[in-house]
């Protein structure tokens, strides 16, 4: 397993996929690597469920935090196409959190789920010695729907357009510029600043994975996030068994990206990136998946189109899977720095 960061797959089918407790005919869709959700079958009804860290950085402001744990949670369901309605939730508090700060949290979660008609259902929450910033529990989601509407992660089919919103790096954008805004303003102009600080609430899927599969027939979605844009195309073309080929030159990359990854020195391409969906689209529906993306201002393009064979082709090369994404190392680095401030 990496140092940092989520398992890889030659962890995850060593030690992982070989244990996964009693095989159940309900299952449809169980535990894959780089795949966001499993689905289980109610009576004929689609559950659709993710679960994840709660991550809550405090140097954030606690209700911008809070507002991007949330939107972690339920992202992974989001991509099934079906809107999420249910949420667990555990939060192993530090110490040292006060009662107006996890109110202030709490709250922010309250009216998020209330947005998007969430019911929160169980959950545990505590202080314990040993628990530390960001990790502070976790939580699942559940998405209940058709299976219609169901958009399962391994259905993209031989061509097939790939549309991407947003553009590469979203989250190390975000995450990075506002974490570390001071040290980028002693080098960097003022307003390329502040449009890598404006990423931050780019940092969620849900509305471009709910918009774009209303609108045409979508065949699988990802959230491109550890390893980011190339590391989310490779495994959407593992997981369907195709390849996928990508034209970086057609892919939108918003306004401080490029900046901030070269502050950081960190390839946009393979950096976090939650916040940006990578779709596979049935042709007829590309027009109308991007018109709808573009009523909602989300920034979207068809990139590239699936292909028989397998793997990523990223401008006519052949291109692995990058295995590390280098936000956490560096994030880890700057950390470090601030500190010794």
């Given at each position: 397993m990496?140092?940092?960061?989520?398992a890889?797959?030659a962890?995850?089918?060593e030690?992982?996929?070989p244990?996964l407790?009693?095989?159940?005919?309900?299952?449809?869709?169980?535990?894959?690597?780089?795949?966001d959700f499993?689905v289980?079958?109610?009576?004929?009804t689609?559950a659709a469920?993710?679960t994840d860290p709660?991550?809550v950085?405090?140097?954030l402001?606690?209700?911008?935090?809070?507002?991007?744990?949330f939107?972690i949670l339920?992202?992974?369901?989001?991509?099934?196409?079906?809107?999420?309605?249910h949420?667990?939730v555990?939060?192993?508090l530090?110490p040292?959190?006060?009662?107006?700060?996890?109110?202030t949290v709490?709250?922010?979660?309250?009216?998020?789920?209330?947005?998007?008609g969430?019911?929160?259902v169980t959950?545990h929450?505590?202080?314990y010695?040993?628990c530390?910033y960001?990790?502070?529990?976790?939580g699942t989601?559940?998405?209940v729907?058709d299976?219609?509407?169901l958009?399962r992660?391994?259905?993209?089919s031989?061509?097939d357009?790939?549309?991407v919103?947003?553009?590469p790096a979203?989250?190390?954008?975000g995450?990075l510029s506002?974490q570390?805004?001071s040290l980028?303003?002693?080098e960097?102009d003022?307003?390329?600043?502040?449009?890598?600080?404006?990423?931050?609430?780019d940092?969620?899927?849900?509305?471009?994975?709910?918009t774009?599969?209303a609108?045409?027939?979508?065949t699988?979605?990802?959230?491109?996030?550890?390893c980011?844009?190339?590391g989310?195309?490779y495994?959407?073309?593992?997981?369907a068994g195709?390849?996928?080929e990508l034209?970086?030159?057609?892919v939108p990359i918003?306004?401080?990206?490029?900046a901030a990854?070269?502050?950081?020195d960190?390839d946009?391409?393979?950096s976090i990136s939650?916040?940006?969906l990578?779709?596979?689209?049935d042709?007829?529906g590309?027009?109308?998946?991007?018109?709808?993306?573009?009523d909602?201002?989300?920034p979207?393009?068809?990139?590239?189109?699936?292909?028989a064979?397998?793997?990523?082709v990223v401008d006519?090369?052949?291109t692995?899977?990058?295995?590390?994404?280098p936000f956490?190392g560096?994030?880890?680095?700057?950390?470090?720095?601030?500190?010794a401030?």
């Amino acid at each position: 397993m990496t140092d940092l960061g989520k398992a890889d797959r030659a962890f995850f089918d060593e030690y992982i996929y070989p244990n996964l407790g009693a095989d159940r005919d309900d299952v449809t869709l169980g535990p894959r690597h780089g795949v966001d959700f499993g689905v289980i079958d109610v009576d004929g009804t689609a559950a659709a469920m993710a679960t994840d860290p709660v991550f809550v950085l405090p140097s954030l402001g606690f209700e911008r935090a809070a507002w991007f744990a949330f939107h972690i949670l339920v992202s992974d369901v989001a991509v099934s196409g079906l809107s999420p309605t249910h949420l667990s939730v555990d939060f192993n508090l530090p110490p040292e959190i006060t009662d107006e700060q996890f109110r202030t949290v709490w709250e922010t979660f309250d009216a998020e789920a209330r947005d998007l008609g969430v019911s929160v259902v169980t959950g545990h929450t505590g202080r314990y010695a040993g628990c530390n910033y960001p990790m502070v529990g976790g939580g699942t989601a559940v998405s209940v729907g058709d299976f219609a509407d169901l958009v399962r992660p391994d259905g993209a089919s031989v061509g097939d357009e790939i549309v991407v919103t947003k553009g590469p790096a979203i989250e190390a954008t975000g995450l990075l510029s506002i974490q570390f805004e001071s040290l980028m303003r002693e080098e960097l102009d003022g307003d390329v600043v502040d449009d890598a600080t404006d990423r931050f609430y780019d940092m969620s899927p849900v509305r471009d994975a709910l918009t774009a599969a209303a609108a045409g027939p979508v065949t699988a979605m990802h959230d491109a996030t550890e390893c980011g844009i190339y590391g989310g195309l490779y495994e959407m073309a593992r997981a369907a068994g195709v390849g996928i080929e990508l034209e970086t030159d057609r892919v939108p990359i918003q306004p401080g990206v490029e900046a901030a990854c070269a502050f950081f020195d960190i390839d946009p391409w393979i950096s976090i990136s939650e916040g940006t969906l990578l779709a596979s689209v049935d042709p007829a529906g590309v027009d109308d998946v991007l018109a709808a993306l573009d009523d909602e201002g989300i920034p979207a393009a068809a990139v590239g189109e699936v292909t028989a064979g397998s793997g990523l082709v990223v401008d006519g090369e052949p291109t692995d899977h990058p295995g590390v994404d280098p936000f956490w190392g560096t994030f880890e680095e700057y950390m470090g720095k601030r500190s010794a401030e």
